[in-house]
């Protein structure tokens, strides 16, 4: 039997396996630790040449590629999606609409995830949750983002009415899928932090993404910088600009977009954010990772750094500092290298967007809990 397997969709997932696999060869030793192995989903990131540079960095056995199809691939199951009028009847499509989706999903499920003793899975509110539960296989669920579930929890709200119902047909009977350890089949859920969680699954297991961080030698981050970032003299590059920067004592002020709402009102909202900050200071930019936003086009004055680049790689070169680094929705616990943290949040996007498309929480009352 193989020892672990990681299913990734974003880059974020990735650097957090790399994180874990690192740990765990410090603590027992490449031989004692065993191999582990890496798959990469392309249903809603593009890792391009990712796969490789991680596979030369040795650290997994193998990548694999995984061409994960969402729903909407099967146009047969469009009719389980019908309101039917009442719960009896709707819980009675979603059971069908279960097990037919795990079934469709099998022929593109890339490896025999039986053969692994532990399989670990972000984000399995994606297909292969549903595969992984009505296989019967056991899983380790981890949370998709750095403390998401803190300001959107998924699984209450795509459940809304009737959850605890619906947790239960999940969780007991397995009938139907609730992500987000609510699956029958999910043996536990890692996040960053459970007291932040207004409303915790009583299967959540607290693995603080800093401490892992701090863990990490020279060496360690060597290896994650040789496979996250492609293109190394670009970022220096873009480094050194910050640098001088700093010497001709501008405030450095680093603004994180997120892939939000449509192309057209997103422009407006980082043209916005951009014309409030570089009163304050130099400029840069960091696209998201799945932004697929041409900010070059819409600032071409403005040092933008590689989109595919992971923020968490930024902590990694020493003397880089801004001021301040600002985001509307990205949780910025984990970096390291600037005096103020600026989420703008659900205020912010109120101007541009109905609330209720954003909060997604207090639809359902749950209340965030202060920043500790």
Request: charged share 30%.
């Amino acid at each position: 039997m193989n020892d672990r397997i990681y299913v990734c969709h974003t880059y974020y997932h990735a650097y957090v396996a790399f994180l874990k696999e690192l740990k765990l060869r410090r603590e027992k030793g490449p031989v004692e630790a065993g191999e582990a192995s890496l798959v990469l989903s392309s249903m809603s990131n593009d890792f391009e040449q990712f796969g490789e540079r991680a596979a030369a960095t040795g650290l997994f056995a193998e990548v694999i590629p995984f061409d994960e199809k969402r729903e909407d691939h099967f146009p047969e199951l469009a009719c389980f999606r019908q309101d039917k009028g009442n719960i009896v009847f709707n819980m009675w499509q979603r059971i069908r609409f279960t097990k037919r989706y795990a079934k469709l999903e099998a022929p593109f499920i890339p490896v025999d995830f039986r053969k692994y003793r532990d399989v670990y899975v972000f984000c399995d509110s994606d297909p292969i949750g549903y595969y992984l539960n009505q296989n019967k296989i056991y899983y380790h669920a981890l949370e998709d983002g750095l403390n998401c579930l803190v300001h959107f929890d998924a699984a209450r709200y795509d459940n809304r009415g009737h959850f605890n119902l619906k947790a239960f047909l999940s969780k007991k009977l397995n009938l139907i899928f609730v992500q987000n350890g609510y699956g029958k089949y999910c043996l536990d859920m890692e996040v960053n932090s459970i007291s932040a969680i207004a409303l915790p699954c009583p299967c959540y297991k607290e693995v603080p993404r800093g401490e892992l961080v701090d863990a990490l030698t020279r060496a360690d981050k060597d290896i994650i910088l040789r496979a996250f970032v492609r293109d190394m003299d670009g970022l220096l590059q873009k480094i050194e600009e910050c640098n001088e920067s700093g010497a001709e004592r501008k405030d450095k002020i680093l603004i994180l977009t997120d892939p939000l709402c449509t192309l057209d009102v997103r422009e407006q909202i980082f043209r916005d954010i951009v014309a409030e900050y570089e009163k304050q200071g130099q400029v840069f930019i960091k696209p998201h990772p799945r932004d697929g936003l041409d900010y070059h086009g819409i600032f071409p004055e403005k040092p933008i750094f590689d989109a595919t680049v992971p923020m968490e790689m930024l902590n990694f070169f020493e003397g880089l500092h801004f001021e301040q680094v600002v985001t509307v929705f990205t949780d910025l616990k984990g970096i390291r290298f600037a005096d103020r943290l600026v989420r703008l949040g659900d205020e912010f996007m109120d101007r541009y967007e109905d609330p209720e498309i954003h909060n997604q929480n207090k639809r359902i009352g749950i209340l965030e809990k202060p920043d500790e």
